[in-house]
């Protein structure tokens, strides 16, 4: 069963960076895309960023020029650097996964990552 594994949430002061990670296992045989998600306390979840097969990459405004996803697909990981964070990128943090593994089509979530952004 394909299982993401996020890691790299934490506290850091307004200014700092974080990097999160999420890797999915199993044995993907195609991916459509992977991206990085995030939810407020009484907000909607929404995109942050996301990252193609072909490797191309969309991002919300909030993110661009601040944020880069990458991915490495050798290990079927991919990454979120955020630099120079603000307080309202405070949110949980959730990895998406699109993608086709030997045991059929997949789209799904990680477990969520928390990441606090303090003034």
């Known amino acids: 069963q394909e299982q993401l594994v996020e890691s790299g949430g934490g506290l850091v002061q307004a200014g700092g960076s974080l990097r999160l990670s999420c890797a999915a296992s199993g044995s993907m045989v195609r991916l459509v895309s992977m991206g990085w998600y995030r939810q407020a306390p009484g907000k909607q979840r929404e995109l942050v960023a996301s990252?193609?097969?072909?490797?191309?990459?969309n991002y919300a405004d909030s993110a661009k020029g601040r944020f880069t996803i990458s991915r490495d697909n050798a290990k079927n990981t991919v990454h979120l650097q955020m630099n120079n964070l603000k307080p309202e990128d405070t949110a949980v943090y959730y990895c998406n996964v699109n993608a086709m593994f030997t045991a059929g089509r997949y789209n799904g979530w990680g477990q969520g990552t928390q990441v606090t952004v303090s003034s």
């Open positions: 990252i193609t097969s072909g490797g191309s990459t």
